[in-house]
């Protein structure tokens, strides 16, 4: 890096910090936050349990993207100042010292950019997360089981903490079906990036042939719903059924009938859970799976709407991503149109740059 480059550099970060604090609005929040100090020092706020609540969340949520915006400005500010310190004084130590951090510095203001793209009113909650294997037997449960590993290991790399709810083992190899809730901030805000039918191409480990084989699943995200957000169900139309619990967490296969498959007949929605030894806790679970689906539904129909967009089935054409690991490697998401050659590294979880080029791109179309 030459001065000419960190110097643009410098105005490139500049005009992201206006653009962010014309969207976020750093007074605003300040003087809400003051309001709120002000509301917890009387003594009948916290009389209201569940508003108390919801202001604190909001209270927590205003100071931390205060505290990162201050951050990253304060950090660019001080490096335009030391940079021109040292140019007037020919510090040519400091200034390498400056080029040395300018990648550090570039991604904290986007981060912050980022967190500006996670201020959706669900994007702070969990998620919950169904794969369903395409049609393809083995070579389809097999591609869901290496989706779930993908996950798994996005979660462990960002402190996301998972609990599975429902996993059924494939005949031969993979997985027939699994969901799990991912807990921790912005949880639903980067998984709902992956809401949509994954694409893999590869030679088939079961094909002795040794032929290439194109795999599809789908994978469902969503937001887990607060307990004061009311979706409706008519229990007419439900099926509920239950089966022994087997696959992961089937501690007491073969005992009780523990497990709960719902079903909902007007859309077809099908939610399961097995994690519990209790009957009623599994039934409180689908039925939360259930509520969030239905309202993650309501979200998909409006946006299909608005776009004009048909809804999908798992297969050709409709894929968001494709995973190609032979004849060459690459990993292409249609809707960033970004395309990425570490293929390992993508399906051992390292995909927060792919998401983030995903939801930095859809923010672009709006």
């Known amino acids: 890096m030459d001065n000419y480059e960190y110097t643009e550099l410098l105005k490139s970060l500049n005009t992201k910090i206006k653009n962010i604090a014309g969207v976020i609005k750093p007074d605003e929040i300040s003087k809400r936050l003051d309001e709120i100090s002000e509301l917890e020092n009387d003594v009948s706020f916290w009389q209201d349990i569940a508003r108390a609540g919801a202001i604190g969340k909001e209270k927590a949520k205003l100071n931390a993207m205060l505290e990162k915006f201050n951050s990253a400005k304060n950090a660019l500010n001080d490096a335009k100042e030391l940079y021109e310190l040292a140019n ?15 990648d550090e510095l570039e991604d904290k203001i986007v981060n912050l950019e980022i967190s500006m793209l996670l201020s959706g009113e669900d994007d702070g909650k969990n998620a919950i997360v169904s794969i369903h294997p395409g049609a393809g037997g083995t070579e389809s449960n097999d591609w869901a089981s290496m989706v779930y590993r993908m996950y798994l290991r996005f979660c462990e790399r960002e402190g996301f903490k998972v609990e599975t709810l429902d996993f059924q083992e494939g005949d031969e190899a993979g997985l027939k ?29 079961f094909d002795s042939a040794g032929r290439r084989h194109t ?66 806790k599994n039934k409180a679970t689908a039925m939360k799976m259930l509520k969030s689906r239905l309202y993650e539904l309501e979200l ?3 946006q299909e709407a608005s776009a004009n967009i048909e809804k999908s089935e798992i297969g050709w054409g409709h894929q968001i991503r494709s995973y190609v690991l032979f004849p060459y490697q690459q990993v292409k998401d249609n809707r960033s149109g970004e395309a990425y050659s570490q293929t390992d590294a993508i399906l051992d979880g390292d995909i927060k740059k792919m998401i983030e080029a995903v939801l930095v791109s859809q923010k672009s179309d709006e």
Do not use: W
Not at 177 to 200: P, T
């Open 177 to 205: 079906d699994v969901s799990f809730i991912v807990k921790g901030e912005n949880a639903y805000g980067y998984l709902k990036a992956e809401n949509g039918i994954h694409r893999l191409v590869r030679t088939s480990p």
């Open 215 to 280: 795999s599809f699943c789908s994978v469902m995200v969503s937001p887990e719903l607060d307990d004061d957000i009311e979706i409706e169900i008519d229990e007419k139309d439900l099926k509920i059924d239950t089966y022994r619990a087997g696959g992961a967490g089937g501690q007491h296969v073969n005992k009780t009938e523990s497990a709960i498959r719902i079903t909902h007949a007007p859309t077809g929605i099908v939610v399961q859970c097995q994690n519990d030894r209790s009957q009623h």
């Open 300 to 302: 998909m129909k409006q």
């Open 88 to 102: 007037s004084e020919n510090d040519l130590d400091t200034i390498e010292i400056l080029f040395n951090e300018a």
